[in-house]
Nanobody, 116 residues
Framework: QVQLVESGGGLVDAGGSLRLSCAAS????????MNWYRQAPGKERELVAAIDNNNVGTTDYADAVRGRFTISRDDANNTVCLQMNNLKPEDTAVYYC????????WGQGTQVTVTS
């Protein structure tokens, strides 16, 4: 079955960096578009970044993170990463790895807390 396991969250001061990783299994990773979402307390889950499955690896970002976050993938190791730089307190949320493979699949989430 599809499994997504996130890691790399933590507590960081504003302006700092974190790198999230998602280890995927149970589906054809190289043909899937991979996504990172986040959900802050009291808010809806929102799409943060996505990376396509083509050879170019086309990416897309939410306006709030464009220029600070970078999504990347390693098809050899079935891993998708989210490099987060210049973090802000409003980036505080639980971050989820996601793939649509016949249906939506989610990881367990990893907490990111940014202090001012």
């Amino acid at each position: 079955q599809v499994q997504l396991v996130e890691s790399g969250g933590g507590l960081v001061d504003a302006g700092g960096s974190l790198r999230l990783s998602c280890a995927a299994s149970g589906f054809h990773f190289s043909v899937a578009t991979m996504n990172w979402y986040r959900q802050a307390p009291g808010k809806e889950r929102e799409l943060v970044a996505a990376i396509d499955n083509n050879n170019v690896g086309t990416t897309d970002y939410a306006d709030a993170v464009r220029g600070r976050f970078t999504i990347s993938r390693d098809d050899a190791n079935n891993t998708v990463c989210l490099q987060m730089n210049n973090l802000k307190p409003e980036d505080t949320a639980v971050y989820y790895c996601n793939v649509y493979y016949f249906t939506d699949h989610w990881g367990q989430g990893t907490q990111v807390t940014v202090t001012s």
